[in-house]
């Protein structure tokens, strides 16, 4: 018993009043234990609570479980300073100055957290919602207190403040009707057939397996182009993720069919005229 209390008085570092004992480090080791088997306890409650009753969403579970994590881990820091002997009103008063002078220099990430909040529990975007933004479209992998994890359709992990994605232009493909109407655009060269043009886009969007059979397919003559006269047809899908992919092979369709039937799509043309001084 001596032997174990000489090993737990053992002086690890000493400098004037401070000392730091291998008690006070088991303390702090023993207090996050706790902290993270509390928090795995807590998430186990919760998910076999959900479970019987269904009385959560999944997005407020994950808002939850962060917020308490956060807590739990501030409470568990505070509680292992004193531990080790940090007095932490003095630590606090200590600090008011400097927090004071940095005050203007956090708020974007005051801003980030509050947005976290929001986003945590208001539930405008959720972790695996399709969103697209500042013409990027991604899955939401993570929402954080301060950033959030964007993965997009190339595999590349975008880390975005939160404000971004509750102040910007945001638009949650998860979110809205089962069908989303798109288009694509393509220029015929002057002279063309119109109506052939009309028909071939219709028919080409028609046939597509992605494209909605139910609701109708439009093609509108948008304009008449410096080199083409251009057209866009519209149509319905529920693939929003690979979307571009279904564009991209409509494309190559309307391609072919242009090709069989001598219909051009024009290149950019510019008319140069040189005069010759006498």
Sequence with gaps: MEELTTILEFEIFGYKDFSLTVFNIGIVAATYVFTWLFLKVFHLFVNRSIKRRAWMERST???????????????????????????????????????????????????????GLILLFGGTVKVNDIVEFNNTVGRIIEIDFRTSKIKTRDGITIIVPNSKLVSDNVINWTTMDDLTRFHVKVGVAYGSDTELVRKILSEVSKKHPAVDQTLPVKVQFKNFGDSSLDFEVYFWARNSWEIEFVKSEMRFEIDQEFRKNNVKIPFPQRDVHLFQNP
Excluded: H, M, R, W
């Design 61 to 115: 579970l994950y808002a939850l479980e962060k917020l308490a994590a956060y807590f739990a881990y501030t409470i568990a820091t505070a509680i292992a300073l004193e531990a080790i002997g940090i007095d932490l009103t003095i630590v606090l008063a200590g600090s008011a100055a400097l927090l004071v002078g940095v005050g203007l220099g956090i708020q974007q990430i005051f801003n980030d957290f509050t947005s």
